[in-house]
C-alpha cells in the first residue's frame, strides 16, 4: 500500500493547476472574443436568401450579435452560412470556399435545402450540405423565419464560448532546441 506522500506529486499539481486557470481563462476570453465577431460568408444560392436580407436588415439587426459583416473573401470570413439549395455541381465550389476559410471556422445550413436537400428529392440536389462540409447548427424552415435564424445564431455563439483552447507546453521543446 503506497503512503500518502507517494501518490500526490505536489510540485506536478500546482504546475497542472496553474495551467489549468490559465487554460481556463485563456478559453473564456478567446471564446468570448470570437463569439461577438463571428465574419460570415453568406454563400446564398435560392429563395432563403430573401429571408437571410430580412435578418440581416433593420428589423431584426442581426448586428446585435455582432455578425454583421459579410465578407465575400473566404479568407475573411469565420462563419459559412450556407443560404438555400445546393446542386450537385455547386458542391465542388461549396467546398472550396469552405477549404479557404480561416481556422477556425464555423457552419449553419440555413433552412431545410441545405440542412436535408428539403423537397428536392432528386438526382441534382445535394441531399444535405453535412456529406461536403462539417456543420455545426442547422436551421429548419422553408424558408425558416428570422426568428429562428438568430435562434440558430445564438446556439453556435454557445458552442462557440464553450470551446477549449489547450496551451502548448513549449518547455520540453525549448530544452530540446526546437
Ligand atoms: S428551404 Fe425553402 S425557401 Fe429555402 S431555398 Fe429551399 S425551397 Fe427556398
Not at 442581426?62 to 473573401?73: H, K, L, T
Request: charged share 20%; hydrophobic share 40%.
Amino acid at each position: 500500500m503506497p503512503s500518502e506522500i507517494d501518490i500526490v506529486p505536489a510540485v506536478t499539481t500546482r504546475r497542472e493547476e496553474a495551467q489549468g486557470f490559465f487554460e481556463g481563462l485563456v478559453s473564456k476570453s478567446l471564446g468570448w472574443a470570437r463569439k461577438n465577431s463571428l465574419w460570415q460568408y453568406p454563400f446564398v444560392t435560392a429563395c432563403c436568401g430573401m429571408e437571410y436580407m430580412s435578418v440581416a436588415s433593420a428589423r431584426y439587426d442581426i448586428a446585435r450579435f455582432g455578425a454583421e459583416v459579410p465578407r465575400f473573401s473566404p479568407r475573411q470570413a469565420d462563419l459559412l452560412l450556407v443560404v438555400g439549395t445546393i446542386n450537385c455541381k455547386q458542391g465542388p465550389v461549396l467546398k472550396r470556399i469552405y477549404e479557404q476559410m480561416a481556422e477556425p471556422k464555423w457552419v449553419i445550413a440555413f433552412g431545410v435545402c441545405a440542412s436535408s436537400g428539403g423537397f428536392y428529392d432528386n438526382y441534382a440536389t445535394v441531399q444535405g450540405i453535412d456529406r461536403l462540409v462539417p456543420v455545426d447548427v442547422y436551421i429548419p424552415g422553408c424558408p425558416p423565419r428570422p426568428e429562428q435564424v438568430l435562434d440558430g445564431l445564438i446556439l453556435l455563439q454557445k458552442k462557440v464560448q464553450a470551446q477549449q483552447h489547450k496551451l502548448i507546453d513549449r518547455v520540453p521543446a525549448l530544452a530540446a532546441g526546437k
